[in-house]
């Protein structure tokens, strides 16, 4: 029997999808330009940007760790059990965290992508051909999600979020802290095996 191979979504406009409501608070990003955040590109060069290159999207985790892996981390492979990265680039990252109205963000992960007809290679796919098309389908969908929340390929027991810009209006930047000052930094740099030098 052929392995199950993540394809182009059909037309999920019919479907239910699960969903939730999401705080913008439980959302964290680590940038080095809080003053555009937050920052909705449309570049097609991401994971669940929009293949056609005519919404943006913004990447979220749920915790500082995540949105570490997933920025300073994200191009890094791991050596002898661990990361050694630029004190100078920590020292120009920012934490960004949000407040405002309830996100309404799709669930592509678990049972829900399961019956959708995907796989977690979702998360993890080298090419972004056919992930970016999931994305347009969320995007498109009936139900207006302001976005989806995934597995993240770089800390995979964890949950990321990919938000659509439709969801700016509901969205304000809570102050920006440097990360280096964050303490939620020591415990992500215990955990993953971060060296600043």
């Given at each position: 029997?052929a392995?199950?191979?993540l394809?182009?979504p059909?037309?999920?406009s019919?479907?239910?999808?699960d969903f939730?409501?999401?705080?913008p608070?439980?959302?964290?990003r ?17 994971r ?16 500082t760790?995540?949105a570490?892996?997933?920025s300073?981390?994200h ?5 002898h059990g ?9 020292e120009?990252r ?20 399961k ?14 051909a056919?992930?970016q098309?999931?994305?347009?389908e ?11 929340i995934y ?14 810009d ?8 809570a102050?920006p802290v440097k990360?280096i000052?964050?303490?939620?930094l020591?415990?992500?740099a215990?955990?993953?095996?971060i060296?600043?030098?």
């Open positions: 029997m392995p199950i191979r394809k182009k059909r037309d999920l019919t479907l239910a999808i939730e409501m999401v705080n608070a439980d959302v964290y680590v940038s080095k330009r809080p003053a555009d955040e937050p920052n909705f590109r449309s570049s097609k060069g991401n669940f940007d929009d293949p056609k290159g005519v919404y943006g999207t913004c990447y979220y985790g749920f915790d760790e995540t570490i892996s997933e300073i981390l191009d890094l492979c791991a050596e661990g990361f050694t990265v630029s004190l100078a680039d920590v120009s920012y934490l960004v965290r949000m407040s405002g109205d309830d996100l309404k963000l799709a669930h592509l992960y678990g049972a829900s992508l019956r959708l007809g995907a796989t977690g290679e979702l998360s993890s796919r080298a090419g972004y056919i992930t098309k999931w994305s347009a969320i995007h498109g969908h009936p139900d207006n999600f302001d976005g989806f597995m993240s390929r770089h800390l995979n027991d964890r949950k990321a979020t990919v938000l659509f439709r969801a700016r209006p509901k969205l304000t930047v102050k990360l000052h964050c303490a939620e020591v415990y992500a215990n955990l993953l095996n060296k600043m030098i």
